[in-house]
T-cell receptor, first 112, second 112 residues
Framework: GNSVTQMEGPVTLSEEAFLTINCTYT??????LFWYVQYPGEGLQLLLK?????DKGSNKGFEATYRKETTSFHLEKGSVQVSDSAVYFC???????????FGKGTRLSVIA | EAQVTQNPRYLITVTGKKLTVTCSQN?????MSWYRQDPGLGLRQIYY???????DKGDVPEGYKVSRKEKRNFPLILESPSPNQTSLYFC???????????FGNGTRLTVT
């Protein structure tokens, strides 16, 4: 079946540091890939997505590129802020109304 | 404002006392889903619904029931809660296939 593996957290960074959160996936078909973010006390919200190989999703300074050859969708940001402290979830979905499959989440803490 | 509304936000109950967590969305979405979030386990799907009167089991359906009598509502029912159902619960909905999920703000349930 489909699965998503993302790096274990927590990740602690200083403000303005470079962020990478690794995500790899296993899928039987051609999935769409997503990053969701969960701020403290809130539900998840979509951060970015990519629907086919080599697509780059971007939002709020975050980027992730759909790499079919390495089955990866790593999240990056060049300069993190304290307000980026949250839990980040990588997820995939295949066509046909199949359920979204989530990774276990990576907690990011950014300190001033 | 487009949103998914869950109630209550916090609930403390005792073993065996039936409870219902409500979920309502105002986006006319066909697909709705319930997840539970536990430390170290990420998000796990409990039940989902493709449309009115259509529900299916997710990964962890034991001990839960759902109903979908109207498009906007998707309540989660625990007929006889047990302490292992203590968790953070999220309702989510989406429109067409592969579109992003919209999440509620969560219900923190404690069963003593």
């Amino acid at each position: 079946g489909n699965s998503v593996t993302q790096m274990e957290g927590p990740v602690t960074l200083s403000e303005e540091a470079f962020l990478t959160i690794n995500c790899t996936y296993t899928a039987t078909g051609y999935p769409s890939l997503f990053w969701y973010v969960q701020y403290p006390g809130e539900g998840l919200q979509l951060l970015l997505k990519a629907t086919k190989a080599d697509d780059k999703g971007s939002n709020k300074g975050f980027e992730a590129t759909y790499r079919k050859e390495t089955t990866s969708f790593h999240l990056e940001k060049g300069s993190v802020q304290v307000s980026d402290s949250a839990v980040y979830f990588c997820a995939l979905s295949e066509a046909g109304n199949t359920p979204l499959v989530f990774g276990k989440g990576t907690r990011l803490s950014v300190i001033a | 404002e487009a949103q998914v509304t869950q109630n209550p936000r916090y609930l403390i109950t005792v073993t065996g006392k039936k409870l219902t967590v409500t979920c309502s969305q105002n986006m006319n979405h066909e697909y709705m889903s319930w997840y539970r979030q536990d430390p170290g386990l990420g998000l796990r799907q409990i039940y989902y619904s493709m449309n009115v009167e259509v529900t299916d089991k997710g990964d962890v359906p034991e001990g839960y029931k759902v109903s979908r009598k109207e498009k906007r509502n998707f309540p989660l029912i625990l007929e006889s809660p047990s302490p292992n159902q203590t968790s953070l619960y999220f309702c989510a909905s989406r429109g067409q296939d592969l579109s992003p999920l919209h999440f509620g703000n969560g219900t923190r349930l404690t069963v003593t």
